[in-house]
């Protein structure tokens, strides 16, 4: 599970330099948000998040690329990069994070088996991308990729 520490460690973190940050979930379905609105006066560094369960919401509202997706999948470090660009465009936000994956049980296959997950946190210039593995269930994957999101949104601002 979130530990509270880990959440509010990134709340602190954004505040301290007066960042704020966005997301665009796939696999996780608002988790994230979820989450991160669970802390009372987040809305001074949370702006919000696009979930985009589907590639045509992936093109449309974040503007993934269709050459993206047919070449490397919903599932893919490509994908997550063009993807938290997005989310930093269509918020304005300082820091985007975004998640895309496979949670299960259905979808996988040979090359992107069952807890697959990409995410890939940016402020515009760097980027931290990371591809993961996680096991369990559907919500143990969703709920292990919300953690890994947080991770890397920490890494990225600079707080570990």
């Known amino acids: 599970m979130t530990s509270d520490t880990d959440i509010l460690a990134l709340v602190h973190l954004l505040r301290g330099q007066g960042l704020r940050i966005s ?17 009372p006066g987040v809305s001074d560094v949370f702006l919000g998040s696009a979930v985009t369960y589907s590639n045509e919401s992936k093109e449309a509202i974040l503007g993934v690329s269709h050459d993206t997706l047919v070449e490397h999948g919903a599932v893919s470090e ?48 760097d980027f931290i991308c990371s591809a993961n593995r996680f096991f369990g269930d559907r919500h143990d994957v969703r709920l292990a990729s919300v953690n890994a999101m947080f991770r890397d949104a920490i890494r990225l601002i600079g707080g570990f």
């Open 23 to 39: 997301f665009a979930e796939s696999c996780t379905g608002g988790m994230a948000s979820e989450m991160l609105t669970s802390i």
């Open 78 to 125: 490509e994908c997550a990069r063009e993807m938290a660009l997005g989310s930093l465009k269509a918020y304005g936000s300082d820091v985007a994070v975004s998640v895309t994956g496979i949670a299960g049980p259905d979808g996988a296959t040979y090359d992107k088996p069952v807890g697959l997950v990409y995410i890939a946190a940016t402020n515009g210039k």
